[in-house]
């Protein structure tokens, strides 16, 4: 078989590097791919970035499967592009993405069908959202309608920060992009609580769910400092205990595939929730993705055992049905990634600096590239996150010290992580 693999992140890499573990698997296509999917036995770069251009490469080159990592292409309607071309793919649709593409619909949905999530107010107007967080006080979430790549969302704790994000939001800015061109603000209750990653797969009707994992999103040790895409994860998640993890499934992931499908736009696709989880064990979802998270992909992918060609090939079974009952197998050890960021990052990282890895890491360490590109035969930095250095081991403590030892491997100039990622799970 021939894979595809949309995107150029930590993920991708990830998910290339899995797929290629499939006996089934010949060779995997990452588009565009970065300076670790470059150097990998049996992946391939490939440097197309417009979608219909990739579509006609794909039915050129027989791809039998295709992978979207990121939220950009499928809110462009890549799955939509693919399929009409007789493409098999696996991703929702840009209507069903709108889960994540637009807080508006998701919010809207989330109330429509009874799933539980912070309450809400959707404005147009500026002066009727500054009235609405005068009368409801500070701490208060604002949110920008639409993808903001984690810059869209502004947990306010005082009004003066809020009422600024107001007025930032409502202007349509460059890289804020609202699906209708309308600006619109997201007013929210602030939640309170300990933060998963849960994930799934579904083809729209049966739902298999993946591990569950924990994200940082601030840059700095101890969740201080601004928010990023992401510094580092870890899986299994303790916080989503056994009974916890039955009443997601049944309070939040089956009435929103059945409520997609109800509403007439299905999702297939790796559905991801953002959760927050009370102290008195209240789960309240925070946010909708329609894709994998990153780097939470990465620990997943290392714990995964099963064949994840075979996953996505029965979810995108044109019959359908196959997800029904399928089990999957993962290692039970924790898996742990430590995600290396550039100089600059997150505001305005800098690139182009030689990357140095240790040639030889430990069989239960794996270093999956981000922002890095190969020039002239050696790594330079590309983007903001640049690598995630991952690891495998009994427990957060052991998998924490493969990662931080493989660390003292790499080297760049400026490299910005964290010391302390999985200090949460050290606390349960
Ligand atoms: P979102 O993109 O909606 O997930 O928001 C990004 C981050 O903002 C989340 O991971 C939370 O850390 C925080 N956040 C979002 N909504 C809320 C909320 N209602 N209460 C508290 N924190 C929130
Ligand atoms: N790591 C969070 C995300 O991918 O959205």
């Given at each position: 078989?021939?894979?595809?693999?949309?995107?150029?992140?930590g993920?991708?890499?990830?998910?290339?590097?899995?797929?290629?573990?499939?006996?089934r698997?010949?060779?995997?296509?990452?588009?565009?791919?970065n300076g670790?999917?470059?150097?990998?036995?049996?992946?391939?770069?490939l440097?197309?970035?417009?979608?219909?251009?990739?579509?006609?490469?794909?039915?050129?080159?027989?791809?039998?499967?295709?992978?979207?990592?990121?939220?950009?292409?499928?809110?462009?309607?890549?799955?939509d592009?693919?399929?009409?071309?007789?493409?098999r793919?696996?991703?929702?649709?840009?209507?069903?993405?709108?889960?994540?593409?637009?807080?508006?619909?998701?919010?809207?949905?989330?109330v429509?069908?009874?799933?539980?999530?912070?309450?809400?107010?959707?404005?147009?107007?500026?002066?009727?959202?500054?009235?609405?967080?005068?009368?409801?006080?500070?701490?208060?979430?604002?949110?920008?309608?639409?993808l903001?790549?984690g810059?869209?969302?502004?947990?306010?704790?005082?009004?003066?920060?809020a009422?600024a994000?107001?007025?930032?939001?409502?202007?349509?800015?460059?890289?804020?992009?609202?699906?209708?061109g309308?600006?619109?603000?997201?007013?929210?209750?602030?939640?309170?609580?300990?933060?998963?990653?849960f994930?799934?797969?579904?083809?729209?009707?049966?739902?298999?769910?993946?591990?569950?994992?924990?994200?940082?999103?601030?840059?700095?040790?101890?969740?201080?400092?601004?928010?990023t895409?992401?510094?580092?994860?870890y899986?299994?998640?303790?916080?989503?205990?056994?009974?916890?993890?039955a009443?997601?499934?049944?309070?939040?992931?089956?009435?929103t595939?059945?409520g997609?499908?109800?509403d007439?736009?299905?999702?297939?696709?790796?559905?991801?929730a953002?959760l927050?989880?009370?102290?008195?064990?209240?789960?309240?979802?925070?946010?909708?993705?329609?894709?994998?998270?990153?780097?939470e992909?990465?620990?997943l992918?290392?714990?995964?055992?099963?064949?994840?060609?075979e996953l996505?090939?029965a979810?995108?079974d044109?019959?359908?049905?196959?997800?029904?009952?399928?089990?999957?197998?993962?290692?039970?050890?924790?898996?742990?990634?430590?995600?290396?960021a550039?100089?600059?990052?997150?505001?305005?990282?800098?690139?182009g600096d030689?990357?140095?890895?240790?040639?030889?890491?430990?069989?239960?360490?794996?270093?999956?590239?981000?922002?890095?590109?190969?020039s002239?035969?050696?790594?330079?930095?590309?983007?903001?996150?640049?690598?995630?250095?991952?690891?495998?081991?009994?427990?957060?403590?052991?998998?924490?010290h493969?990662?931080?030892?493989?660390i003292?491997?790499?080297?760049?100039?400026g490299?910005?992580?964290r010391?302390?990622?999985?200090?949460?799970?050290?606390?349960?």
């Open positions: 078989m021939k894979i595809l693999v949309v995107g150029s992140g993920r991708e890499h990830a998910i290339a590097w899995k797929m290629l573990q499939s006996p698997v010949q060779k995997v296509f990452v588009a565009p791919g670790g999917t470059a150097t990998e036995q049996g992946l391939e770069n440097p197309i970035r417009d979608l219909s251009e990739l579509a006609h490469w794909a039915r050129s080159q027989q791809i039998d499967l295709t992978v979207v990592g990121p939220e950009a292409p499928l809110a462009a309607g890549i799955v592009l693919f399929r009409s071309q007789g493409l793919i696996f991703g929702p649709t840009q209507q069903a993405a709108q889960l994540e593409s637009s807080k508006a619909f998701s919010k809207d949905f989330m429509r069908h009874g799933i539980p999530t912070a309450t809400h107010e959707t404005f147009t107007q500026a002066e009727a959202a500054h009235a609405h967080v005068d009368r409801l006080g500070a701490p208060i979430v604002v949110k920008a309608d639409g903001a790549a810059k869209g969302v502004v947990v306010a704790q005082t009004l003066e920060q009422h994000a107001i007025d930032d939001m409502l202007q349509i800015q460059p890289g804020i992009q609202a699906s209708d309308v600006a619109r603000v997201v007013i929210e209750a602030c939640l309170v609580g300990e933060e998963a990653s994930m799934v797969v579904t083809d729209g009707a049966d739902v298999v769910p993946l591990a569950t994992s924990q994200d940082h999103k601030r840059l700095l040790d101890h969740d201080q400092g601004p928010n895409g992401g510094m580092g994860a899986s299994p998640a303790k916080v989503v205990t056994p009974a916890i993890h009443r997601v499934m049944r309070e939040v992931i089956y009435p595939i059945e997609m499908k109800k007439g736009i299905p999702f297939s696709g790796f559905l991801y953002g927050m989880i009370g102290a008195d064990g209240s789960i309240k979802t925070l946010e909708f993705n329609a894709r994998l998270g990153d780097p992909t990465q620990p992918m290392m714990r995964l055992r099963s064949d994840l060609f996505l090939w979810a995108t044109p019959k359908g049905g196959k997800l029904k009952d399928l089990q999957l197998d993962w290692d039970r050890r924790t898996a742990l990634g430590v995600v290396m550039s100089e600059g990052y997150p505001a305005s990282p800098v690139a030689v990357v140095t890895l240790a040639a030889k890491v430990s069989a239960d360490v794996k270093v999956f590239h981000a922002g890095t590109s190969l002239q035969g050696h790594w330079v930095t590309a983007g903001g996150r640049v690598l995630c250095v991952t690891a495998l081991g009994e427990g957060v403590r052991a998998a924490q493969l990662a931080y030892e493989a003292q491997g790499v080297a760049f100039r490299m910005q992580f010391r302390d990622i999985g200090f949460r799970a050290l606390s349960h």
